[in-house]
């Protein structure tokens, strides 16, 4: 993310980018964890369609409706189970995801943090950030 200097020092725009990257890291951990919390919710909904579009096609053959109407619905069933399984699968790769991006900005705040802290209360301008620089 590019910053305009606009006046800023090139030590306060670092300090900025720090508190930037950490807020966006959590921000992304907590919307993924968010969108596998909507895709977990939809595993009660789909797994009682699939039961009673079973129950549906048992009650039609036991009426002595077609056989072919009777499969059509057992293979629906069977497509919302398969999808279901898809669904748990991304809620799980989900988590895993949104576990990366929150350790990823507690490994930033760690890396990073003691020294933006003691940036933010040097009692003095800190000098110019090149001056950190690794030669």
């Known amino acids: 993310m590019e910053l305009e200097t606009k ?10 980018n720090y508190f930037v ?10 919307k993924l ?6 895709v977990t919710s939809t ?5 009682r369609c699939a039961e ?17 109407t009777v499969a059509v ?9 398969a999808a279901l399984d898809r669904a748990r699968a991304m809620a799980a ?3 895993a995801l949104s576990a990366k991006f929150s350790a990823a900005a507690a490994e930033h705040e760690a890396d990073y943090g003691p020294v933006a802290d003691a940036a933010r ?10 001056f950190y620089a690794n030669r």
């Open 52 to 68: 009673a579009t079973d129950r549906r096609a048992e009650q039609m053959a036991a009426l002595s409706v077609d056989s072919g």
């Open 33 to 38: 964890r968010g969108l596998a919390d909507q």
């Open 93 to 95: 790769a989900l988590d």
């Open 7 to 16: 006046g800023e020092t090139p030590d306060a725009i670092d300090l900025v």
């Open 43 to 47: 595993y009660s909904y789909v797994e």
């Open 73 to 81: 619905h057992h293979d629906a069933a069977a497509m919302m189970r």
């Open 21 to 30: 990257v950490r807020a966006q890291l959590s921000v992304a951990g907590a």
């Open 121 to 130: 209360g040097m009692p003095v301008r800190m000098a110019d950030a090149s």
